[in-house]
């Protein structure tokens, strides 16, 4: 029988994680922290998160044997990536506490079903149309041209997506893809991403992390700058509204973002759901009271929701595997950390994986100072040296 919402995980107890990587790696360090152990179920060994785990589970996801382990160690159990099957959470959730839920994991790992469900809640969403066949895309609507084809699963950090400027192009890249379905996705003028992390806890309530802007290069998010500049507070108010009723219209317990674009003309438009903590909340481990990752512990636990509070202007800076090959040459060579951490207000996080590689996320640094002149001076500085 799983825990019924109100019952409380006391501090000792072993919560699961499904998947080994860094953020699952930075659930452990939040749970061990508040005294919890973990278990992680992950495919490959020596993971990020794997290795700090009190308790590691190598197994396939699917695999029956490796879910039977996991639930020897542990009555409640979250993930950290959509990826993981639903049909596993279900079995999962039939003896304990899961969450994000089967449910909700069925809908985001698809960006069909994500992209079909957030305009059922009436928040827009870019012009697109599904596609599954070669047809589909010579029906496809020209107006969605110049366009991003998007395969509808497993892509993430823009891997799985084309830019395409013609039906001729989109067909190509279809077929690149393998002709798995898609989403075509009109090409939005954006004026700023942002995202909205928050935590939902079994009691209902719900803990708003400050919007953070988010900057990608090649489709990966490269910074997010909190308290830096102004949003209009209208369009965050929007921003955060869309967000609630997209975890309530879900029935969402645990940490959840959404990603936003803010269009040229102020326009608001949902992009897509994490079911979990997301890169553009890394910002909260330095710069608020509890960061997403104890939020979604103390979710986990049944505990209550900790402070969302700014304490600092800060920026985060995502550490890729380029910066091991930032001198031009083809050997892996460390960056200058002693260079990095003589600055002030540097929190560097690396994620202890063996070997860099360029496009690789490696770590973050959370650059923190109550100046935002300074903190955008020392930003750069640190930029520099990695790059
Ligand atoms: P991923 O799962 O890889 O994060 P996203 O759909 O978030 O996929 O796309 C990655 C990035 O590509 C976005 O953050 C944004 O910068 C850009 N992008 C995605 N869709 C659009 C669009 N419709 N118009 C303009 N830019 C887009
Ligand atoms: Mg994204």
Redesign the pocket.
């Known amino acids: 029988e799983p825990l019924p919402y109100s019952a409380i995980l006391q501090p000792g107890h072993t919560l699961g994680m499904m998947g080994g990587g860094q953020l699952g790696r930075m659930f452990c360090h939040a749970a061990q922290s508040l005294g919890y152990k973990v278990v992680v179920l992950e495919p490959t060994e020596e993971s990020p998160a794997g290795r700090v785990a009190e308790y590691e589970v190598v197994s396939a996801y699917d695999d029956m044997k490796g879910l039977d382990t996991l639930l020897s160690y542990t009555q409640a159990v979250t993930t950290e990536f959509e990826n993981v099957p639903a049909a596993s959470l279900k079995y999962l959730s039939s003896q304990i506490r899961i969450s994000p839920s089967a449910a909700v994991v069925a809908v985001v790992q698809d960006r069909i079903a994500e992209k079909t469900f957030i305009a059922s809640q009436g928040i827009p969403v870019?012009p697109y149309a599904e596609i599954r066949t070669i047809e589909d895309l010579e029906k496809a609507d020209n107006t969605l041209f110049p366009a991003?084809l998007?395969a509808a699963r497993l892509?993430?950090?823009?891997?799985?997506?084309a830019r395409v400027k013609s039906v001729a192009e989109a067909v190509e890249a279809f077929k690149s893809f393998g002709e798995v379905p898609c989403v075509l996705?009109?090409?939005?003028p954006?004026k700023k991403?942002v995202s909205v992390v928050m935590a939902r806890g079994f009691d209902g309530k719900i803990a708003l992390f400050p919007i953070g802007v988010?900057t990608?290069i090649n489709?990966i998010?490269s910074s997010s700058v909190v308290g830096v500049e102004e949003i209009d507070p209208t369009i965050e108010k929007a921003a955060q509204e869309a967000a609630i009723k997209i975890a309530l219209g879900l029935n969402y317990f645990g940490v959840m973002c959404v990603?936003f674009?803010i269009l040229e003309d102020n326009r608001l438009v949902a992009?897509?759901i994490a079911p979990r903590p997301h890169n553009s909340g890394h910002y909260t481990m330095n710069a608020c009271l509890s960061s997403q990752f104890e939020q979604q512990v103390r979710v986990l636990a049944g505990m209550p929701l900790g402070s969302t509070d700014l304490l600092a202007p800060t920026i985060m800076l995502n550490i890729l595997g380029d910066s091991w090959f930032a001198h031009g040459g083809e050997q892996a060579i460390e960056p200058d950390w002693a260079s990095v951490l003589a600055l002030p207000g540097v929190n560097l996080h690396l994620y202890g994986k063996a070997e860099a590689r360029k496009g690789r996320k490696m770590g973050h640094i959370n650059i923190v100072n109550k100046d935002p002149q300074q903190l955008i001076y020392y930003a750069r500085q640190v930029s520099d040296i990695l790059h």
Not at 185 to 188: D, I, R, S, T, V
């Open positions: 870019a991003i998007k892509g993430y950090d823009g891997k799985g997506q996705e009109a090409m939005l954006l991403e988010n990608h489709g998010l990603e674009f992009n897509e």
